[in-house]
């Protein structure tokens, strides 16, 4: 279990010394890269399932809590460190012509990805959170600059991207720094301790606020996601997937950890419903209108994104379960089918009759889009179900307006997906159908792949549901969250330091079990 | 039917119902002439004048036939009307009244019209379609204010069957005095139904060269000619079966079918033809007005 | 095992075999083993049919805390049997020259498709009708519409390809209707089976339970094509390839009413509809429903008068025929559900007889545009006489087995006193009998053209099914009692009074229905007619069709001498006027809307002030966060 910290810091060293390595040897810096993912991966894989029963905490520097730094590793945060490691695995630039700086910014990705999902303080998911945004935005600018679009598109969609992204940092750190006033701390669990008492109120809530647009930047969330068509139409696909399939989710994740940790007021889990089902609506509406698949997909991107956030906008486990549910499915969804639409640009009529020429991957784009919409018995179906049974179960009524959203929605979506399926199967070819591009080999990997996870998960939904709702059960956990960071004798420390009383603890355990 | 005696007596009626009505029929069309006749100040035809016609028409030398389904229209025509008399009730004999009921019995009078139809359909002449097409939208005009005289009685007796119904107003009263809007309705639609003026736009005997009956020849125009007397017989007597107690004897019987049949006859002579669409109009406005407003009385 | 278990094995395993080997010639054949086999494993259940137990499968599935299960009762195998008959006719239909044809003109490959679809169709309809609970049967449902989308997509035309389309998205807002209600049930019940449901549903406010009613109907009646959703349907089954439309047409959309029967019916109780009054009027929610399927009976058959392909017209015909099952249903009463019922399989055997008689005539001419047809009875005398059985059934007169289902219905509001509901109905089938007239005038009869004076029968293997068909129609209109006892369980099972009847039809005291001797009275009255006219008179002597009167000119070939084009220029003169298109504007204006919106979040998302945008929004969370909302 301590060497999950290797995660981390062997990227981040590589990310450092590939460019050094590659004055060299260029050989030798890809294969380094590629040799700590798969270190990564073993790590991770040797201790899976370790946490099942009881989430860990690691202290790093051997200081305890709350002043030290913590790693705190759960499922959710495991699956994710699993995940970054393989998805980067997935996209990494097979080729020699690829500038060694882009294999060096990966590897900063995965290295604060990585960092961002196992920290336990908001100081340091701050700090992975900026350098995440920094290898984003070096990976955007540098596909831009190669990108098939114009230089001056890339180049505006990267200003636009680096605009917004900065306002939301800023707007992070003020949140962060508005709770750091109040609480005087930035441990995660100890701020989960001290939340009811000093959180609860209008400094706090407004943190919150700040923090959930702040990293809405990078989740796509309503509306401070305009970068998103325009980058993800700028940089490759490859790229694109990445974003739309990981990175967001990671965004997602700081978002719930502050959540339920911090702010299980009824108001925070509102104002997250009200923009995730205006992300919904606004970005199948837009993604109605698109004539490119690009486009679409990333329109269609926003709005699953918005679907994520009203799904883990529901208070208790349930809606955590629901907000897992989508999130991951749509992160196998959606660079997969960035993946097929690599080979598909250009206006969507000039896509007739695509079928014909490669039926196979049109059979794959079916299965996926089918999926996406939710048709049973496909996994979409179920993490569907999931967030509309919950929405339709809760008293307030914004969630059953989200439930209209989130329905009519699906309906926008459904004509236009298959308006896509309709082209791709129409009987006539198309003007460009010979000179159209041709997928590469690792997109249609990458695509089946999916595919046949998609139909393995549908097979084994009950076990699928099983491993969900204990992940969501722990995430949701938060005295479990505490009691796993402090030892009981830390905790008498704390008690102490802040002269809170045993008792008000106790009706604080009591508030939570009966949320 | 189990004893021989009523599966005998059925027999009878099956034989014996059919020819009455068209006997009967033959005179009402002798008396729709004589009465054509007395209005326009002429004498009129001799009384066996329907007979010679139609032996006429069935001894002719030019019968022409343009193929199989033409012929058989003519004996649906002729058939459809000959089925649909043994389920109207005359005095002491039932038929099969007891089986089907009023609604049946609407169903089975579309019957001949749609065989005509088919019949006309074949002869391969514009003109005959279109005087088809004229006939059936005549049929959406007055079977709406029929159908809802037949709900209205029906709903007023409890009952489908008409021997129920004769045998409540024998008991009772008649059915013009308990409901007299919906029989005021019914005469009209009656009017509509006869194919007569002024709705005689689809038959249009006058024009006979652009009407259903173009191609008709011989004894196809005999067999339209049986159909007719059929359809005054059957529009009399289920006129008085709903509204005026059937017959109690034949005396009574006849009578009162004639008595029914002579006012549309009369009514035929003194107005010009009405277009088809606004025959339409008419039949939708004024007896369907009439008919809901009785059923509104009934209910 | 179960006889249900051996049913989804044989779909699973044919849905495998057909998905392996549909690009092989005489998969046709093995398609027809198949959908044989199924019929017999359904017959093997007949005794649901007559009362049988509720015959459960013994595969299940645990999720969500809810159990999945698939079961068949009464009202299950009488829509199932009616399913697996239509697939099979269908199959018959394309597996011998139909389907040659089809496989000249597209490929080997399109026409296992074809088949596959079909089938795809059959199984999902068998896992819905077998449905234990709400999950099961939403799962049922939407595979049901994706079936249906598949075959109709098969069409390459663009009218075709538009249709399906437009389904697809009206399919897809039934299913999300359905999907909201079910989580409402969810929502209050904490449980998604029947039972629950239909124990919590007693307590259930009037609100919670019009809310209820009226998701779960707009699903249902999106599927049925009830107004006013009535726009989709008829074009998507018309432009199906034709043996699918045989299919579609005959069963697809009943789903729809097998879902209001287990869900409106079953579990929230008509009783339970008829007692919540809409405010400010003198209507309860079950005379709403009523009325909901008298103007569906209306509103598509006058369409359907006006269409001016003989596909469109039937298709329409099908949307409206579903009304007279809802109203039957909705009657309450043991005769007039009873009449729904009966009306479901009559409908399905005359309409897929239609189908086929126009499927044959397109075979053999290539189309079914009225403009270019005419006078085929002397070529396809049989097909005619098909098309003439169903049209009466169609149009539900005597003797044919449309009438009984038909008479039922009429019956039943009588009993009610329903008078405006009766008129609609009647209204409803003098519209059918003027527009089949216009079908079968403009197809068979009139005059034939100079390019089908060469056409033959339809072949052996298209005529088979469609005699077939026409004999029960035939036999069931004579003898209704043979599937009156189906419809009896069927009622048994859905908690109502089952219907008396005897062989011969409807035994009621103040006027019932013996059809037995009603058929016969009428081929005595036509054997007096044919004797009256061929034995009388002179011998009638056939001439050649342009021997005809023409106002003193001769007729050619040359000459068009036909009348079918505006074929109730009279009626239309009056109603034209009335088809205003307003359910089409409707849905072109909710297209427009969408657009609109569609067209502001995008000005929205290339707002050229992100920065500006986050701060606003920031401000404003602020706002509503400090008590702006409330």
């Known amino acids: ?515 | ?299 | 095992m179960s006889v249900l278990d051996e049913v989804f094995i044989l779909c699973a395993l044919g849905a495998l075999v057909l998905f392996v080997f549909h690009r092989i010639r005489g998969i046709e054949k093995l398609a027809v083993v198949f959908y044989a086999a199924l019929l017999y494993l359904l017959i093997k259940m007949s005794g649901l049919g007559y009362g049988g137990e509720v015959i459960y499968s013994s595969f299940s599935l645990n999720i969500l805390g809810e159990t999945l299960q698939w079961r068949f009762d009464a009202v299950s195998w009488f829509f199932a049997i009616i399913t697996v008959a239509s697939g099979l006719f269908s199959a018959v239909f394309m597996s011998g020259k139909w389907g040659e044809s089809y496989r000249e003109k597209t490929s080997n490959a399109a026409y296992g498709t074809l088949q596959i679809a079909l089938l795809l169709n059959v199984n999902s309809m068998l896992i819905l009708l077998a449905s234990g609970d709400l999950l099961s049967l939403f799962i049922g449902w939407e595979l049901v519409s994706w079936a249906s989308f598949m075959m109709m997509a098969l069409n390459p035309d663009k009218q075709a390809r538009q249709a399906a389309i437009k389904y697809i998205v009206y399919a897809m807002a039934g299913a999300m209707a359905f999907l909201a209600a079910m989580a409402y049930v969810y929502g209050i019940t904490g449980s998604l089976q029947y039972a629950e449901l239909a124990q919590a549903s007693a307590a259930l406010s009037n609100g919670q339970i019009i809310l209820l009613s009226l998701l779960f109907f707009t699903g249902f009646a999106i599927k049925m094509g009830l107004i006013p959703f009535h726009l989709w349907q008829a074009v998507a089954y018309a432009e199906t390839p034709a043996p699918g439309a045989v299919f579609l047409g005959a069963i697809s959309a009943r789903m729809g009413l097998y879902a209001i029967i287990v869900v409106l019916i079953q579990l929230i109780g008509l009783g339970h509809l008829q007692q919540i009054h809409i405010p400010f009027t003198f209507w309860n929610l079950q005379t709403v429903l009523a009325w909901v399927g008298a103007l569906t009976t209306i509103i598509p058959t006058y369409i359907a008068l006006k269409q001016n392909d003989a596909r469109h017209l039937l298709a329409w015909h099908g949307v409206g025929q579903g009304g007279y099952m809802l109203l039957g249903l909705m009657t309450l009463n043991s005769l007039g559900s009873a009449g729904g019922l009966l009306h479901v399989f009559n409908y399905a055997t005359y309409q897929a007889a239609l189908f086929m008689t126009i499927g044959a005539v397109i075979y053999r001419t290539g189309t079914a545009n009225f403009d270019k047809l005419g006078g085929l009875v002397t070529q396809m005398p049989l097909t005619f006489m098909v098309m003439v059985f169903s049209i009466i059934g169609l149009a539900g007169l005597p003797p044919m087995n449309g009438f009984v289902s038909k008479w039922m219905v009429y019956r039943s509001l009588l009993l009610d006193g329903e008078p405006l509901l009766f008129v609609a109905a009647v209204i409803g089938t003098l519209g059918t009998i003027l527009s089949v007239y216009k079908l079968v005038h403009n197809t068979f009869l009139g005059q034939l053209r100079v390019e089908h004076q060469n056409v033959r029968e339809a072949p052996l293997s298209l005529l088979i099914p469609m005699l077939v068909l026409a004999a029960i129609m035939f036999v069931t209109g004579m003898m209704p009692g043979l599937v009156l006892d189906w419809v009896a369980s069927a009622q048994l099972a859905m908690g109502l009074v089952p219907v008396t009847y005897n062989l011969g039809g409807i035994v009621l005291a103040s006027g019932g229905l013996d059809m037995i001797w009603i058929t016969l009275i009428l081929f005595y009255g036509l054997g007096v007619g044919a004797i009256i006219f061929y034995l009388l008179g002179g011998r009638a002597k056939r001439v050649h069709q342009y021997d005809n009167y023409a106002g003193g000119h001769f007729l050619t070939s040359r000459v068009r001498y036909h009348y079918s084009h505006n074929f109730y220029a009279g009626l239309m003169h009056l109603i034209g006027g009335w088809y205003r298109g307003s359910f089409k504007k409707l849905e072109q204006a909710i297209v427009s809307l969408v657009s609109l919106l569609s067209q502001l979040s995008e000005n929205m998302y290339r707002s050229a002030q992100p920065a500006m945008m986050v701060i606003i929004v920031v401000v404003l969370s602020l706002w509503s966060i400090s008590g702006g909302i409330n």
């Open chain 2, 1 to 299: 039917m189990a004893s021989f005696n009523s599966i005998s007596e059925l027999l009878a009626q099956l034989l014996f119902m059919p020819m009455l009505a068209f006997l009967l029929g033959l005179v009402m069309v002798l008396m729709y002439r004589k009465i054509a006749a007395r209005l326009q100040r002429r004498i009129g035809p001799p009384f066996f004048q329907p007979v010679y016609d139609i032996v006429k028409l069935y001894s002719k030398d030019t019968q022409i036939s343009h193929g199989l389904i033409h012929d058989i229209g003519i004996v649906v025509a002729v058939g459809g009307y000959v089925a649909a008399v043994i389920l109207l009730p005359v005095p002491g004999m039932d038929g099969i009244a007891d089986k089907g009921g009023i609604i049946t019995l609407s169903y089975f009078l579309m019957i001949p019209s749609l065989g005509m139809a088919l019949g006309v359909g074949q002869c391969a002449n514009p003109n005959g379609s279109i005087g088809i097409s004229r006939a059936l939208t005549a049929m959406l005009a007055y079977d709406i204010p029929f159908i809802i005289v037949v709900f209205g009685v029906a709903l007023h007796y409890q009952s489908t069957s008409l021997v129920g119904m004769i045998d409540y107003q024998q008991a009772h009263q008649w059915g013009i005095f308990e409901m007299p809007l919906l029989a005021a309705a019914g005469l009209f639609a009656l009017q509509g139904m006869m194919g007569k003026h002024p709705f005689e736009i689809y038959v249009a005997p006058a024009e006979i060269a652009t009407g259903p009956m173009v191609e008709m020849s011989g004894k196809f125009m005999g067999g339209l000619f049986v159909m007719q007397s059929f359809q005054f017989y059957v529009a009399s007597v289920l006129y008085t079966s709903l509204f005026l107690g059937g017959g109690a004897n034949w005396f009574e019987f006849l009578l009162k079918i004639f008595f029914v049949v002579e006012i549309p006859m009369s009514i035929s002579f003194l107005f010009p033809r009405y277009r088809t669409e606004d025959m339409v109009r008419i039949m939708w406005k004024w007896p369907v007005m009439l008919a809901l407003i009785g059923i509104a009385f009934v209910i």
């Open chain 1, 1 to 515: 279990m301590d060497n999950l910290i290797l995660v981390v810091i062997l990227p981040l060293l590589a990310a450092f010394l590939m460019p050094a390595m590659a004055r060299t040897s260029e050989v030798l810096a890809r294969v380094t890269g590629l040799m700590v993912l798969f270190i990564s991966i073993i790590i991770i894989t040797s201790v899976w399932g370790s946490v099942d029963e009881q989430a860990v905490s690691y202290a790093i520097g051997g200081f305890r809590p709350p002043m030290g730094i913590v790693f705190y590793i759960d499922q959710l945060s495991l699956l994710f460190a699993l995940l970054i490691p393989v998805m980067i695995l997935l996209f990494w630039p097979w080729n020699k012509v690829t500038h060694i700086r882009e294999y060096s910014l990966m590897m900063l990705l995965t290295a604060s990805a990585s960092g961002l999902v196992l920290s336990g303080d908001l100081f340091n998911i701050y700090v992975f959170y900026e350098l995440l945004a920094v290898a984003s935005y070096g990976l955007v600018v540098a596909q831009g600059r190669a990108g098939k679009k114009g230089e001056g598109a890339a180049l505006a969609a990267s200003l636009r991207y680096l605009i917004l992204g900065a306002v939301g940092s800023v707007m992070m750190l003020i949140g962060i720094a508005i709770i750091y006033t109040q609480a005087g701390t930035l441990n995660l669990a100890h701020l989960a301790l001290l939340a009811p008492e000093k959180l609860n109120n209008m400094a706090g809530l407004s943190a919150f606020a700040l923090i959930l647009i702040g990293v809405g930047v990078k989740a796509e969330l309503f509306p401070v996601n305009t970068w998103v068509p325009e980058v993800y139409g700028a940089v490759s696909t490859r790229l694109s997937a990445l974003m739309a399939g990981l990175l967001s989710k990671l965004a997602v994740i700081v978002i719930i950890r502050v959540l339920v940790l911090l702010f299980p007021q009824p108001e925070a889990l509102q104002l997250m419903t009200i923009l995730g089902m205006l992300g919904v609506i606004s970005g199948e509406l837009v993604a109605w209108r698109s004539r490119d698949m690009i486009r679409m997909l990333s329109f269609s991107s926003i709005g699953q994104l918005g679907l994520v956030f009203v799904a883990f906008s529901i208070p208790g486990d349930m809606g955590l379960m629901a907000g897992f549910a989508v999130a991951l499915h749509h992160l196998l969804v959606k660079p997969a089918l960035f993946m097929l639409a690599s080979g598909w640009t250009g206006p969507l009529e000039s896509l007739k009759g695509a079928a014909k020429q490669s039926p196979y991957i049109a059979a794959l784009f079916v299965l996926l889009v089918m999926s996406l919409l939710g048709v049973p018995p496909l996994p979409g179906f179920w993490a569907k179900l999931l967030i509309v049974v919950n929405l339709a179960s809760q008293a307030a009524p914004v969630y059953q307006f989200a439930l209209a959203f989130v329905l009519i929605a699906t309906v926008i979506e459904a004509a236009y997906l298959y308006r896509v399926v309709m082209i791709l199967y129409h009987p006539n070819q198309g003007q460009q159908a010979s000179v159209r591009e041709k997928h590469k080999a690792f997109e249609l990997v990458i695509a089946s792949g999916a595919a046949v996870i998609l139909i393995a998960v549908a097979l084994q939904v009950q076990s699928m549901e099983t491993k969900l709702s204990s992940m969501a059960r722990q995430t949701g956990d938060r005295q479990h969250y505490i009691n796993t960071v402090f030892s009981k004798l830390d905790l008498a420390d704390i008690y102490h330091q802040n002269k809170v009383q045993q008792t008000d603890f106790r009706s604080n355990n009591q508030l939570q079990g009966s949320k």
